[in-house]
Structures are given as structure tokens and as C-alpha cells.
């Protein structure tokens, strides 16, 4: 049983992390664009409201995870549940009412360039804690 959840909040975490990184590694190109033209660049994220779904699957199997750990894999185990859970606090603090306000980025208020900056570092925010998650239900395999 302890190591279904392992493998399962492995492969969960693993696949959050990819599209977290993919916003990260690309904010350097996109932070310079213009107004139209990350408008336009914004539209390449459609669908990916789909990913919500793994994240609930990733932050479930780090906590059955931290639930049936053995005491040397416990800590690392729940930390990594916290960091899951932490990146649906972001999302739902500061991403989201970015993306309402700006319609999913189909329109840019006046203030777009301090909506992009929320939205962006926001998505850098739970790549870290994305990472963390990660390299902690790492550490509990290998712990355990």
C-alpha cells in the first residue's frame, strides 16, 4: 500500500511539475512582449485548465502518502502534501482572479502589466513549490 501512494505521488508530482517549469523557463521571453503580443502568446494555455485535475490527483496521493508513511519517510512526506496544497492557495489567491479579470487573457485592462507580473510570478511561485513537492516525495522513497 505504502508504495502504491509512493509511486502514484511520484508520478503526480512529476507530471505538475512539468507544465510549472514550462512557465518558468519561459517567462524570460515573455516578460519583454507587448501588450498584443502577450495577449496573443497567452493564447497557447488553452486546455490547460485541465491540469487542475492532476493537481487534485498529485495533492490526494501526497497525502495518502504522508498518511501511511513510516516515521522515517513521514516529514518529507507531508511536506511535500503541504507544498501541493500551497500551490492551490496561490492559484486561488492570485492566479485566478487574474485570469478572470483578464478573461483568460483575451482582454488586457489598463493595468495589464501589473496583471501579468501577479499572474506570471504566481506561476513561478508553484513551480518552486511544485519542485519541493517533487524532490520531497523523493527524499521519502528514499527514506523509506
Known amino acids: 500500500m505504502e508504495s502504491l501512494a509512493q509511486l502514484l505521488a511520484l ?3 512529476a507530471v ?3 507544465p510549472a517549469a514550462a512557465h518558468v523557463l519561459e517567462l524570460p521571453n515573455k516578460l519583454p512582449l507587448h501588450r498584443e503580443e502577450y495577449l496573443t502568446v497567452q493564447q497557447v494555455y488553452r486546455g490547460w485548465n485541465r491540469l487542475g485535475y492532476v493537481v487534485i490527483a498529485a495533492l490526494l496521493a501526497t497525502m495518502w502518502m504522508a498518511v501511511v508513511a513510516d516515521e ?3 516529514i518529507p512526506s507531508t ?3 503541504i507544498a501541493i496544497l500551497m500551490t492551490q492557495v496561490v492559484f486561488w489567491l492570485y492566479t485566478y482572479p487574474v485570469n478572470r ?3 483568460n487573457w483575451t482582454e ?3 493595468d495589464w502589466e501589473r496583471l501579468r ?3 506570471e ?3 513561478a511561485a508553484n513551480a518552486l513549490l511544485s519542485f519541493i513537492a517533487f524532490v520531497c516525495v523523493a527524499v521519502a522513497i528514499l527514506n523509506s
Open 108 to 110: 488586457a485592462p489598463d
Open 121 to 123: 510570478i504566481s506561476h
Open 79 to 81: 511536506i511535500a502534501f
Open 11 to 13: 508520478v503526480l508530482t
Open 117 to 119: 507580473d501577479r499572474w
Open 16 to 18: 505538475v511539475l512539468a
Open 72 to 74: 522515517s519517510s513521514e
Open 101 to 103: 479579470r483578464t478573461h
